[in-house]
């Protein structure tokens, strides 16, 4: 490669590392505008320190389970000048891109269990996925660790297919979360014989959550390419039709209910990142009709008849449409349904479940452990109180409450 190519590709990754960093933002927001006034302290603080102690976990053991990448040399080095990094930074901002998806996943989590999950605890856990449980799928599935990846494609054809981590990403978060769900139970007055549902605390909040995951999710999906000699414009078409179809679908089966429309769009773009590179535009428009259709139905389903507080319906949005993203990457990318092949939909099915089933069962085992050592809950009266004043000692609108 030439100076100037190494430079475009290094302006190339940042600029998607950027644009991924800002849907933290939206995470926080989404779930700002979700809980009740009295935990939207929490769901901002939550989300950075959650960023920043998971960035430090993926830099110093994640990233080298995944890749075999240490960074414990001269700055010289690191910048290119031998020792296996690429010139001018680019192996630097390559971590940078994807320390911004290894902590999507707390993120991810903290949607589930907001409102009564100790602070500290979480972190700590959070931590722990991100330098352990995370990079071995994350490393077997993008860098073909333990070649698993080359014995499926010498097997069936075809190696497990994920451009942009609708099951790497989104459905070990969402599996995840479902596991912590359970462990720490529903929120106080939530169910029982004087239960009730909780609105959301602002429909605008929760709507600009949204929208800077929406914007955010062009880098997530299109810069997963990690050079500009790779990137595709399929990429972003099908990224874009797959958000409008979740957006739609949802729409039609929520009567138009705002948070179910918001939210549609986000299962759509969960979906699409699978397959975004190999699908015909049409497919992902299905693919994203079909993910706005789980989540309004996964939703309903998780919070009435199964009765598990998940707050922002984090494992139908994340965990089924991710799963279901795997799954339709063997479907839609099919050259028979115009997609570009070389994708195995047996692969693609076993690979999903896989992942998935593989995030669920540690997950279960971290949070049970945490349960029954350090504790993960609130109390009752703390979770009254709400988690700003028992947490940060600090509520949303400080002046206002004096």
Known sequence: MTQSAIGLDVFFLLVGAVLVFSMHGGFAFL???????????????????????????????GYWIAYGVEFFASARTLSGDGGGFALQGLSLVRFFFLATFAAAVPA???????????????????????????????GIVWHGNYRIQAWLAASFGAPFHDFAG???????????????????????????????????????WLALGTWMLSIGWF???????????????????????????????AAIASRADPGFVHNGALAGLVAVCAGSDVMHPLGALATGA????????????????????DVLGVWPLHGLCGLWGGIAAGIFGLAQLGGMGGVSLPVQLVGALAVSAYAFALGSLIYAIARRTVGIRLGD???????DLTVHSIGALPEGEI
């Open 108 to 138: 991810i989590i903290s949607g589930g269990i907001a409102e009564r999950a100790k602070f500290w605890p979480q972190v700590a856990i959070a931590s722990l996925i991100v330098g352990l449980v995370y990079p071995l799928s994350e």
């Open 166 to 204: 609708s099951v790497v990403v989104h459905a070990v978060g969402g599996w995840l979360a479902l596991a912590a769900v359970r462990a720490l139970g529903p929120r106080i007055g939530r169910y029982g014989p004087h239960g009730r549902p909780f609105p959301p605390s602002s429909i605008p």
């Open 31 to 61: 779930e700002l505008g979700t809980v009740r006034g009295k935990n939207q302290v929490n769901a901002l603080v939550k989300i950075m320190v959650d960023f920043a102690f998971s960035t430090l976990a993926y830099f110093f053991v």
């Open 290 to 309: 079909i993910a706005g259709v789980i989540f309004v139905r996964g939703f309903t389903l998780t919070q009435e008849r199964l009765q598990l507080d």
């Open 381 to 387: 009266e703390q979770q009254r109180r709400g988690a």
């Open 219 to 249: 880098g997530f999906n299109v810069m997963s390419a990690q050079s500009t000699a790779a990137v595709s414009g399929l990429v972003a078409i099908n990224s874009l039709l797959a958000m409008v179809g979740g957006i739609a679908a």
